[in-house]
């Protein structure tokens, strides 16, 4: 298992941009695959991106594609998700997820999750 700090999140007008970070425990993170997922009132945990092992893969919900970008620093434990052109329907609690696997596109297969960060987006 693997400890997930997310941070960043925030209020935002749509169109703006917000960068969130999410800080991984231990001395294995480069072994992981990592992810965001985001979860809005009301509504099942959906899949947002997700990163391999050496960053070099990606995979992007539809939703998301061309305006957010994900990145992973192996030497800082660190994923970051950087979300241009925010909607106000990215509104949600956005988790980082760990995993051994890539990707991983189902929340109830993920391996460990963060606590999560709220992003609002208002119209």
């Known amino acids: 298992q693997v400890r997930l700090v997310e941070s960043g999140g925030g209020l935002v007008q749509a169109g703006g941009s917000l960068r969130l970070s999410c800080a991984a425990s231990?001395?294995?993170?480069?072994?992981?695959?990592m992810g965001w997922f985001r979860q809005a009132p009301g509504k099942e945990r959906e899949f947002v991106v997700a990163?391999?092992?050496?960053?070099?893969?990606?995979y992007y919900a539809d939703s998301v594609k061309g305006r957010f970008t994900i990145s992973r620093d192996n030497a800082k434990n660190t994923v970051y998700l950087q979300m241009n052109s925010l909607k106000p329907e990215d509104t949600a609690v956005y988790y980082c997820?760990?995993?051994?696997?890539?990707?991983?596109?189902?929340?109830?297969?993920?391996?460990?999750w963060g606590q999560g960060t709220q992003v609002t987006v208002s119209s």
């Open positions: 990163i391999s092992w050496s960053g070099y893969d990606t």
């Open positions: 231990g001395r294995t993170f480069s072994t992981y695959a």
């Open positions: 997820a760990a995993d051994g696997r890539f990707p991983v596109v189902t929340a109830s297969a993920v391996g460990s």
